[in-house]
């Protein structure tokens, strides 16, 4: 079930807040269990099958962590411990492994040897990707002693919570459950008002922001796989377009997510903030799907650096030290796990070459960001200087950085890709529609002297470009010049952990969410657009992991 279909907002929806809200006046425990059913009801919607899928891996994630729970809590068993741990994580990898890539593995297979194994076509059941990664986390926390008991409904309420259950945020059990077990589940307006004001927001995002661009792209990527040659203005608005429309749509979920769960009076983990304002490829990934950096370095990055620095203290050989680093160290220490990270962030994405290609683009990026970080002293001394050239350099290198990795994400092939690149820096000359080319007059006599040429109609018309060139300017002046949702309701902490900027810009000032009248207009004129934009089905872009 989407968040922007008509069946989630008019029917599912409020007859689960509601039925929630009067079962809390009777019963706290009731009232949670009712928010389980109707999450697996969610989670059953599209193919009831997905319950059937996930329900065993819950049921057996749930038995380790009490095998873990027994075994932390005796010194003597440490290593048990250690061995059911990784025995967890063998069977949620292998279980995300199985569903999500085994048809990748026999192709590749096919691809590299010419064997000719046949596909599975398994089953892919939605958010594998994510609750994977929830439940590998979960165990990790409970070994660790993060968490110190755990009863099967609080797990599957953990698990299930349908807000976060098909994208995201990758919540922690220890800072969902404290939550859930202290919520009143009562009705509360600060609570619904809060909700709804984000959850109109982020539909705003999705279907009048990112689906409206969404057209646009498509055909130039689909054009891309079938017959290449795609031209330079073309390429760069595959590029642009595509990255402002997953931007708006993964906001749009993040603020819709945040909202379904406030009805409940829960808060989510902040999972986005203006990632396109980053001045650094790190920044970046700070700011964009913050729960998965947060996972991949508390989880993945950081573990392997601290084995990697022990293994090489043992040998007697220098670790990393601020300013004075070697090359040797760097690359062992942070070249490698960075690469080996972002690999497995590719894959995690998706079973195909581009996802592969699109991780190990930002595994160099951050390769290189961190490379300029430990030396770039020695090559430019006077940081005054050098941060001030730097910063407006970092922002460009970002938005360059992450319209071409983006390119392979949002690509069918390696070869469309390729294409598309190529049409950037005008390998494949420059077109326009024959309306826009005429447009020009004499000076269309010219363009055709430097080699541009004019597209058929049926290709893509006048109309159709100047109306993609407006959106991509209107989106672009978006996200780069407004404040987010997250900065607008910041007084009233929207997500874990946000709170009021100290220094908050005039513009930030003038648009701070209040509960008065202007802004239920407001709300509720974002609401009417959104829902007069309702129609066919269009999924969240992440909701494919």
């Known amino acids: 079930m989407l968040f922007n279909s008509y069946e989630f907002l008019f029917a599912f929806l409020p007859i689960t807040v509601a039925a929630f809200f009067v079962l809390g006046t009777m019963s706290r425990n009731w009232a949670l269990r009712w928010l389980i059913l109707a999450s697996l009801a969610f989670y059953a919607w599209w193919r009831p099958l997905n319950v059937l899928i996930i329900a065993p891996s819950i049921i057996i994630n749930y038995i380790i962590a009490q095998y873990l729970l027994r075994l932390s809590q005796k010194e003597e068993r440490k290593l048990a411990s250690r061995v059911v741990l990784l025995l967890g994580i063998a069977f ?70 349908f807000p976060q259950l098909i994208a995201g945020p990758i919540v922690h059990y220890r800072e969902m459950m404290p939550q859930f077990q202290s919520a009143p589940c009562r009705f509360d307006k600060e609570n619904v008002a809060i909700g709804l004001t984000l959850l109109c927001f982020g539909l705003f995002k999705k279907v009048v922001l990112a689906d409206s661009m969404a057209p646009f792209v498509s055909v130039i990527y689909e054009r891309a796989a079938a017959d290449g040659g795609t031209t330079l203005l073309f390429g760069w608005i595959a ?29 989510l983990p902040q999972n986005f903030n203006s990632p396109l304002k980053a001045t650094s490829i790190a920044d970046f990934w700070a700011r964009w799907h913050m729960t998965l950096t947060r996972f991949l370095t508390g989880y993945l990055y950081n573990p392997m650096v601290l084995w990697l620095t022990r293994r090489r203290a043992s040998r007697g050989l220098p670790g990393l030290v601020a300013g004075k680093a070697t090359i040797g160290a760097f690359a062992y220490l942070i070249m490698f796990p960075m690469l080996l990270t972002m690999f497995l962030s590719g894959i995690w ?5 581009t996802f592969i290609v699109f991780g190990m683009l930002h595994g160099i990026y951050l390769t290189i960001n961190h490379a300029w970080r430990q030396f770039g002293h020695r090559l430019w001394p006077d940081r005054v200087s050098r941060d001030r050239w730097i910063t407006p350099i970092g922002a460009i290198l970002v ?18 890709a390729i294409d598309i690149l190529r049409g950037m820096v005008g390998l494949h000359g420059l077109a326009l529609p024959q309306a826009v080319f005429d447009g020009f007059g004499p000076v269309a006599g010219l363009l055709q002297s430097i080699g541009a040429k004019s597209m058929a109609p049926e290709l893509w018309s006048g109309r159709d470009f100047v109306v ?18 997250l900065q607008i309701l910041a007084r009233i902490e929207p997500a874990l952990g946000v709170k009021p900027s100290a220094k908050p810009t005039s513009f930030e000032r003038m648009l701070q969410w209040t509960t008065s009248l202007p802004w239920a207009v407001a709300v509720a004129v974002l609401a009417l657009a959104s829902v007069l934009s309702l129609g066919g089905p269009s999924a969240f872009l992440y909701w494919q992991f």
């Open 92 to 161: 949620n990898i292998a279980f995300l492994g199985y569903f999500k890539y085994i048809d990748f593995l026999y192709g590749t297979v096919n691809d590299v040897f010419g064997t000719n194994l046949i596909l599975l076509h398994v089953i892919l059941p939605l958010g594998i990707s994510f609750i994977t990664f929830q439940k590998i986390a979960f165990l990790i926390d409970l070994h660790a002693g993060r968490v110190n008991e755990v009863r099967f409904q609080d797990y599957c309420l953990f698990v299930l919570f």
């Open 239 to 267: 590029a642009f377009g595509f990255t402002l429309q997953l931007y708006f749509d993964f906001s749009g979920y993040s603020d819709m997510a945040l909202g379904l769960a406030r009805f409940f009076g829960v808060k």
């Open 349 to 353: 994405h998706g079973a195909g070459y």
């Open 399 to 416: 938005f360059v950085g992450v319209m071409v990795a983006n390119v392979f994400f949002r690509s069918p092939t390696i070869a469309s």
């Open 468 to 485: 993609t060139l407006a959106w991509m300017v209107g989106l672009g002046v978006v996200a780069y010049g407004a404040p987010n949702t």
